[in-house]
């Protein structure tokens, strides 16, 4: 590490701070049901369902907590013969 | 008019049942009438803690189920008169303490002493819920480190919604006590500070406990820490939060070890 880098280093209890401030506003917000994305991902599956075939296997969830803004990315695959249908 | 005060923190480790035994004591020595309950069933340590633990003959889980008279399970501290223990059962399931069961032992021990103080187990399940359920007063016991912070946040949103309290719509008063912190660490950015920890979990400082060698010395003989060395660093800091808790201003600090003439000679602890 080159000296210029360890001058820059952030103190670990200013990570730990900032971790726990954005992680908390997050538990907070949805407390009492932690499972906020475990529900959403499963009433989001059940709309697409009524429409739809779907492998629960291809189902792709990834969230991201940041500061301001949470994503969550739902990527499903779907099957060939059902947008066939749709279409 | 007897206050109920539990001693919780979510996370295990941290010094719930050391800062229960410091208190009750400090307490105790005060003259006030104090007794500390230990709700950690299955795990009781309290009683080893306050070095009772050669005197237990019935328990809370006995007085709940009318085995025994709660009489009989208090065991009076034989240092300080006014200093009571009621001990856990080391034996039976925590779903033995029943709501009832609980909510009866409560009320009696509010007719006998001026404060209950109870030792939550860790945890968020039976136990701790029990623990808080009919507090007047709660103690978040939190480590300066994220797990520990986290946890008592979570305990804090329990306190104002599942206790017997909340759910009259009245608050419990909560009080945040900081336990093995260690001011240069925090100077050095290698350790969360009291402001850090006062800013996310906005509750009211009662005390900071410097870490400290007097801590495991005190529970190896069974001495509450403020008993065995009331001139220790964490001794003083736990006086200091105990005068606070009866209303009084005490300027916020962070005792250090007092350190002989000898001892600065050397630049050193002498052993």
């Given amino acids: 590490m080159s000296l210029f880098q360890f001058w820059r280093r952030k103190p670990t209890a200013t990570v730990a701070r900032d971790r726990l401030q954005i992680l908390l506003a997050h538990e907070r917000s949805s407390f009492g049901s932690s499972d906020l994305v ?18 629960p296997d291809k189902v792709q969830i990834k969230l991201d907590r940041g500061n301001h803004v949470s994503t969550l990315e739902i990527d499903i695959e779907v099957p060939l013969s059902e947008r066939a249908k749709v279409a | 008019m007897s206050k109920v005060l539990v001693v919780t923190s979510g996370k295990g480790g941290v010094g719930k049942t050391t800062s229960t ?14 007794v ?22 019935f328990d809370l889980i006995n007085v709940i189920q009318g085995d025994a008279k709660l009489h009989q399970a208090l065991i ?38 001026d404060w209950v103080i109870c030792d939550s187990p860790a945890g968020i399940e039976r136990g701790p819920a029990m623990a808080m359920h009919h507090a007047d007063i709660a103690i978040v016991v939190t ?6 912070v986290r946890d008592s946040d979570r305990i804090i949103g329990l306190l104002d919604s599942k206790t017997e309290r909340a759910m009259r719509g009245e608050r419990v008063e909560k009080h945040l ?17 009291v ?28 001495v509450p820490v403020t008993l065995n060395n009331p001139e220790t660093a964490p001794a003083r800091a736990y006086q200091d939060a105990v005068r606070r808790l009866r209303g009084e201003t005490v300027p916020m600090s962070i005792p250090q070890e007092r350190r002989s003439f000898v001892e600065r000679l050397f630049g050193r602890r002498v052993a």
């Fill in chain 2, 143 to 148: 480590n300066p480190e994220v797990s520990s």
């Fill in chain 2, 76 to 113: 009076r501290d034989k240092r300080i008169e006014t200093l009571s223990i009621l001990p856990a059962s080391q034996t039976r399931d925590k779903d033995a303490l029943t709501t009832d069961g609980v909510a009866k032992v409560i009320a009696e021990l509010r007719e006998k002493f």
């Fill in chain 2, 21 to 34: 035994a410091a208190i009750g004591a400090a307490l105790a020595q005060s003259g006030e009438k104090v």
């Fill in chain 1, 38 to 55: 475990a529900r959403l991902q499963e009433e989001i599956i059940a709309v697409i369902r009524r429409h739809m075939e779907i492998d």
């Fill in chain 2, 177 to 193: 006590l900081i336990t093995r912190y260690d001011p240069a660490r925090a100077a050095r950015g290698d350790m969360l500070k």
């Fill in chain 2, 195 to 222: 402001e850090d920890v006062l800013d996310i979990l906005s509750i009211p400082l009662l005390g900071i406990i410097p870490e400290s060698q007097e801590v495991l010395k005190a529970s190896n003989i069974g």
């Fill in chain 2, 36 to 57: 500390v309950v230990d709700f950690d069933v299955g795990l009781r340590n309290l009683d080893l803690v306050m070095g009772a633990e050669r005197r237990v003959v």
